[in-house]
């Protein structure tokens, strides 16, 4: 395997971070990476499921309406049925693979496009967290059996914040799965050639659902994480165009959009370096407003690049 | 009057062409022979203005170009079929036919007009198809009709057909050589790429013979023999190869009954096949063979009852036919029988995976042995089975997706077109293999249009009709005639 691409991401990551510490020294204060590396932590979870859905060539649109609503619902088993938080955070997780399956049946059975079945999830999700809620912001201050997984979830061990250990814990698992499993390469053909792999004998359609599943899961952990970070669920905007980070962090991070084609490092990678800009923006007390025009940028100077590259490979190996 | 003088092409490693020379005058046909990689596909390339020269001069009437895209080489009236087939499946065949340069009225798209043009390109090529006809309906055989006709649209001066029957069926190709006499009594030179070498006696007027790169010698008319040409190619003589026949009264390996396809839901289809035979299923294109072999690799779904050895088989998806070591070396070899975006390797290791993993990863080593004798076997000609498997060459391409199979220990093989497109060295090669894998005791069921290749290959010949098997002819009595007879309907 070679590890050009993440190379290449990781020194501009260096680099960002270098100059935004030379520029404001409070980027290296421990308050800052706690903060920052939390954030890395909760969206690069979700980015990886969105990995393994853009390997098929699909697109799951409906990350940032997953989080409203299970951000909801998760407020109001705590508060309102005053659950066992662990048995909530469960429920929630799995609410999200549910969604999920939902979203890979439709595409594999229905026969639907991805992104017109999780366009509409997108819209329906989060008019439900709105109605359920009666478009009401909810917490957590109700809930004193939650306490403390709260401040676990937004605790830290070893220097690192707990969603941080999760990304890395889930990082590796998805890297031995894609890159290292017999269920990685199959996922690749499929994702490559879905004719081809289903003449080799490979349950495509099987495939193409557990990705949606794996995506509906992580999606679910995410949201609880995201959900027990800002203690505050505004129906309306929770989570709105989270999914958009995630596809940005697979497309620099080395994924094709027409699938069968991923790095689990690049994500990862990918993701860090969008939180370190986020994060440089208010650390040199940019206007906040320019945060989208310099992660587009980036994106599509990165993308650029990487087609130049593709192109000059092609020519001298045509 | 077209000139190529001394035009070489290098690739990273490989000199494609060493300078090479060879002229086309108008109302010309040359075939240019050549195995696979000896670099005719790159030579027509550089006339049709695909890949620019790296030395070397190409003239139309005296006048030196150097094209650098297809269009400038059209607007010189030189126009490139080329073998992979670049019609569009979305669009219907007039919209397909006009691509690019569109009929307009009051700037909209000018249909009818297109559609009626189109009705005289396709009675033409003799594809009865409607101009309205989305493409994505038609056969590789039909597709191909399409690309012709749409050569035939355009001012060509200067035609090339790279494998232009290698789908076509025989009545098919005989259309394809009164278009190409009508074009030549037009003045428009012809160089006419394929591999079957009954049908270069019978269109070209000369033969120029390509080998590693370089111009290799001609033939005038007169000297056109088969062996002769087959010589020009290869350098050496190849002896036709002879099918011994099973042993008597083997076992019957695949035994299929009443096998109802979704083409043609209503016309049962059954045969079997003893062990050590193959069968060879001919027929028009379009008589509902692929289909046969598709339900039953488990790619569409079937009705009727399957045994293999005796037993029993529901197939629902290829895994099915798989696990009961039934396999499928399909039609389409660039998109369904490989995944030519793979590496060599791992294109023979896809289906086998299960063998070569412990708790679901995967074992890396013994995948790669696995893949190298596969590769080794079948004398597949490849740098490291860590090379792209869009890079080999066709007949080294139906070897990868043989040895994927070869490997997993088969007992019954459906090969559909096992030699399409592919040059007369790799033919024999895969001839060979067929044979001798048959005298190890599998069932084989060749699908294939090459009568030739039918009548040289199989032990019986089923031949089928709209969805009928209208019969199956034992070996003395397979004939060129008879298939033909059955094959348009008529009676045993």
């Given at each position: 395997m070679k590890f050009g691409k993440e190379l290449s991401i990781f020194l501009i990551l260096a680099a960002v971070c270098m100059f935004t510490g030379v520029k404001n020294p409070n980027f290296f204060s421990q308050a800052n990476i706690l903060n920052t590396t939390k954030m890395i932590g909760i969206y690069g979870i979700f980015s990886i499921g969105m990995g393994f859905v853009i390997i098929t060539g699909g697109i799951d649109l409906s990350v940032g309406s997953v989080f409203a609503l299970l951000g909801v619902g998760l407020s109001m088993l705590l508060t309102e049925h005053h659950m066992n938080p662990w048995l909530a955070v469960l429920l929630a997780v799995t609410a999200g693979g549910v969604l999920g399956l939902l979203h890979g049946v439709l595409v594999t059975k229905a026969k639907l496009q991805s992104f017109i079945v999780t366009l509409c999830g997108l819209m329906i999700y989060r008019s439900l967290a709105r109605t359920i809620t009666g478009d009401n912001t909810r917490n957590f201050s109700d809930a004193p059996q939650a306490k403390a997984l709260i401040e676990f979830v937004n605790g830290d061990w070893k220097g690192l914040p707990t969603p941080m250990w999760l990304l890395i814990v889930t990082a590796v698992i998805a890297f031995i799965v894609l890159h290292r499993s017999v269920f990685g390469i199959r996922l690749l053909a499929t994702g490559q050639n879905e004719e081809s792999a289903r003449f080799a004998g490979i349950s495509t359609q099987r495939i193409t659902l557990i990705t949606y599943v794996v995506c509906g899961l992580l999606a679910g952990v995410s949201a609880v994480l995201l959900a027990f970070y800002t203690s505050s669920i505004s129906p309306n905007g929770?989570?709105?165009?989270y999914e958009l980070y995630a596809v940005a962090a697979c497309v620099l991070g080395g994924f094709s959009l027409r699938g069968g084609d991923g790095s689990i490092i690049g994500v990862v990678l990918a993701t860090a370096l969008l939180q370190v800009l986020r994060n440089m923006i208010n650390m040199l007390q940019?206007?906040?407003?320019l945060e989208f025009s310099l992660v587009g940028g980036v994106i599509l100077v990165g993308v650029l690049i990487d087609g130049a590259i593709r192109n000059r490979k092609k020519r001298i190996t045509a | 009057m077209l000139h190529i003088h001394g035009v070489s092409k290098r690739f990273p490693g490989v000199i494609a062409l060493d300078s090479v020379d060879i002229s086309l005058a108008p109302g010309e046909v040359v075939a240019l022979l050549g195995e696979?990689?000896?670099g005719k596909s790159t030579l027509m390339k550089i006339i049709g203005g695909v890949y620019q020269a790296d030395a070397g001069s190409l003239t139309v009437d005296e006048v030196s170009y150097s094209f650098r895209s297809p269009s400038e080489a059209l607007d010189k009236g030189i126009r490139v079929v080329f073998q992979e087939l670049s019609v569009?499946?979305?669009?219907d065949i007039s919209e397909n036919i006009f691509l690019g340069r569109e009929l307009k009225k009051g700037g909209l798209v000018d249909r009818k007009r297109m559609r009626d043009l189109t009705v005289d390109y396709l009675e033409k090529v003799g594809l009865k198809r409607s101009p309205s006809t989305p493409v994505a309906a038609l056969s590789i055989a039909e597709r191909q009709l399409v690309e012709i006709a749409k050569a035939f649209s355009m001012k060509v001066r200067y035609l090339i057909l790279d494998e232009p029957t290698s789908s076509l069926t025989l009545e098919e190709s005989n259309r394809l050589f009164e278009i190409i006499a009508d074009l030549k009594s037009e003045g428009v030179g012809i160089f006419y790429i394929s591999h079957r070498l009954d049908e270069i006696g019978v269109v070209a007027d000369r033969v120029v013979g390509l080998r590693d790169g370089r111009n290799a010698g001609a033939l005038t008319k007169e000297e056109i023999t088969h062996e002769a040409m087959v010589k020009l190619m290869v350098g050496r003589d190849i002896a036709p190869s002879v099918n011994s026949g099973p042993?008597?009264?083997?076992?019957?390996?695949l035994d299929v009954q009443e096998l109802r396809t979704s083409r043609y839901p209503s016309i049962p289809v059954s045969f079997s096949i003893r062990a050590g035979e193959i069968l060879g299923l001919a027929g028009l294109v379009g008589a509902g063979r692929s289909e046969v072999t598709r339900a039953l690799f488990g790619i569409d779904p079937c009705q009727g009852s399957i045994s293999i050895q005796g037993e029993s088989l529901k197939v629902k998806s290829p895994k099915d036919a798989i696990n009961a070591g039934m396999f499928l070396v399909p039609e389409d070899r660039r998109n369904a029988?490989?995944?030519?975006?793979?590496?060599v390797g791992e294109n023979i290791v896809l289906p086998a995976w299960k063998k070569f993993s412990s708790l679901g990863l995967k074992k890396q080593g013994s995948a790669r042995k696995y893949a190298a004798e596969g590769v080794e076997q079948l004398n597949v000609k490849t740098p490291s089975i860590d090379q792209i498997a869009a890079n080999l060459s066709g007949g080294n391409q139906q070897k990868v997706v043989l040895a994927r199979w070869l490997q997993m220990n088969p007992k019954v093989m459906i090969i559909d077109e096992p030699t399409r497109g592919i040059d007369v060295g790799s033919k024999a090669e895969i001839y060979t293999e067929l044979r001798r894998l048959a005298a190890q005791g599998l069932a084989i069921l060749m699908v294939s249009s090459d009568m030739e290749e039918v009548l040289a290959v199989s032990d019986r010949v089923g031949v089928m009709h709209e969805g009928h098997l209208s019969g199956i002819l034992d070996r003395k009595d397979a004939s060129e005639e008879a298939i033909m007879n059955l094959a348009v309907g008529g009676a045993v």
């Open positions: 929770h989570g709105i165009g940019w206007s906040q407003q | 696979n990689g000896a569009l499946e979305n669009l042993s008597s009264a083997s076992e019957v390996v029988g490989l995944t030519t975006t793979m590496s």
